[in-house]
């Protein structure tokens, strides 16, 4: 981390919250994932007073982009294409941008997961491209055609461990050359696609899950970028319980930015505003410590977080904007949710105060915190197929490390580790997909996410 970058950001911060009533200079890309909106609807929910869905409430609060997720061929009602052109006309009578989310998949795509569409199951590695850039381009057709063409679009969704397996597939076993150069073809296929249905209106994005992790950023974007060239914009999600805190995100930011030169983007955050439960469904989030020091699980600590975060991307170069995922997946009467405390609508469906933040047309509450404490917990490969390296950097002690999967079911608990000391554990096939690697050193809590290939 660069501690002149860092008071920068942390004396912007403190200056705007300190002046009521002056609100943060906006970012270019003030973005909200709106997926969820017409099944909230459906199930019975309602946002604000019930008039209008979430939609026109944050583009009142300063929203201009609205982001959509695209599967190739769903369960029906869930994300086809029907769906985004239909929420792609919604967002265009408001005056808003599209970022366009390609999955590539017929349901979620993450680094755990890269389940290629069961039309396209059987075709061969050299056929494969040929079908990416076919259905991206009559994706983009479609939109265009009526009217709404994406001013954003992302090519693949989390894809730090490749896209469309085994064929677009890197990491562990598959960090070969051959692997490399087959993710880079069905990219630069997207890409074309692009080119030739939207030309210079379009901006590509390619999107991994790293956001407080410089090396694992680096790592991919290292291995893709002499195959595939420049990128439009990177695109990163920062969940701190995931992937890390402020710290870590500012320190990622800032060598990315010195690294390639190219604009960066948060695809996707979100923070809670309570621990709370709202209906049965199980939530994604909702321990005391997947909160950050100085943020608690309150509204105000969700818009001082959301605050944070975007102030510390006006300041790196060539930050865009922030992009908050699933705003809008509150619970309804035929509808669960696992993350109606992250939302940007309580539980009654009012708007909530970080909406405004991530508009930039309101403040948060609070000056911010003083930086975390400098322990760092360095963790390599991640990827990983059988064993994980852990090493703790910062002031000395020892602790524990646990492992966890996304749901906080415990894998794995109280493997010792200490400062200054690798640590190698041994994986298992329990352990595939994504898990999280939680470290305690007396009252501190790191947290990273680890992607394990099987």
């Known amino acids: 981390m660069k501690s002149t970058r860092r008071f920068v950001v942390l004396l912007a911060l403190c200056t705007i919250a300190g002046l009521p009533g002056i609100a943060q200079s906006p970012l270019p890309i003030r ?13 019975g929910g309602q946002f604000g007073d019930g008039s209008e869905g979430a939609l026109p409430l944050l583009a009142e609060a300063g929203v201009n982009t609205v982001r959509l997720r695209l599967w190739h061929t769903p369960e029906p009602g869930r994300d086809d294409l029907a769906d985004v052109l239909a929420a792609a006309t919604r967002a265009d009578a408001r005056g ?16 755990g997961k890269q389940t290629t569409p069961r039309a396209w199951a059987t075709l061969s590695t050299e056929l494969l491209p040929d079908s990416v850039y076919r259905y991206t381009r009559d ?38 050359p051959a692997q490399w150069a087959q993710l880079a073809e069905l990219l630069t296929q997207g890409r074309a696609a692009v080119h030739d249905v939207l030309g210079d209106d379009a901006t590509v994005v390619l999107h991994i899950d ?3 992790d410089l090396a694992g950023a680096t790592w991919f974007f290292d291995r893709l970028r002499p195959l595939f060239g420049d990128f439009d914009v990177i695109g990163l999600s920062y969940y701190p319980w995931w992937h890390g805190d402020l710290d870590a995100f500012t320190a990622t930011l800032d060598g990315l930015a010195e690294r390639y030169g190219l604009p960066l983007f948060v695809a996707e ?19 005391p410590e997947h909160v950050l020091p100085g943020f608690p699980a309150t509204p105000a600590g969700q818009a001082d977080f959301l605050a944070a975060v975007s102030t510390t991307v006006a300041a790196v170069p060539g930050g865009l904007g922030v992009c908050y995922w699933a705003p809008d997946w509150i619970v309804a009467p035929t509808l669960g949710s696992a993350w109606e405390n992250v939302a940007l609508f309580d539980d009654e469906g009012q708007l909530l105060p ?56 415990t894998l794995r608990i109280a493997e010792p580790i200490c400062n200054g000391t ?16 939680r470290v305690r050193v007396g009252a501190q809590l790191i947290t990273r996410t680890l992607a394990v290939m099987p």
Request: charged share 20%; hydrophobic share 40%; net charge negative.
């Open 31 to 43: 973005c909200a994932d709106l997926s969820f909106e017409d099944e909230v609807l459906d199930g």
């Open 96 to 111: 808003l941008d599209v970022l366009l989310a390609l999955h590539y998949s017929d349901s979620w795509a993450d680094p």
């Open 139 to 176: 994706v983009l057709l479609a939109l265009r055609d009526q009217g709404t063409p994406p001013r954003y679009v992302q090519l693949g969704n989390e894809i730090t461990v490749g896209m469309l397996w085994d064929t677009g597939r890197v990491g562990g076993a598959f960090d070969t």
């Open 210 to 212: 790293r956001g407080a």
């Open 269 to 287: 955050t979100g923070y809670p505003w309570s621990l709370g439960f709202f209906d049965d469904t199980n939530n994604l989030v909702g321990l």
């Open 354 to 409: 970080a909406a405004a933040v991530l508009g930039g047309t309101a403040v948060a509450s609070e000056p911010p915190p003083s930086p975390s404490s400098a322990l760092r917990l360095a963790l390599y490969p991640n990827p990983a197929t059988d064993i994980v390296t852990l090493k703790l950097d910062g002031p000395p002690g020892c602790g524990t490390v646990d492992v966890v999967d996304l749901l906080g079911r």
């Open 422 to 437: 690798p640590v190698r554990l041994r994986l298992a096939d329990k352990h595939a997909g994504l898990v999280a690697l």
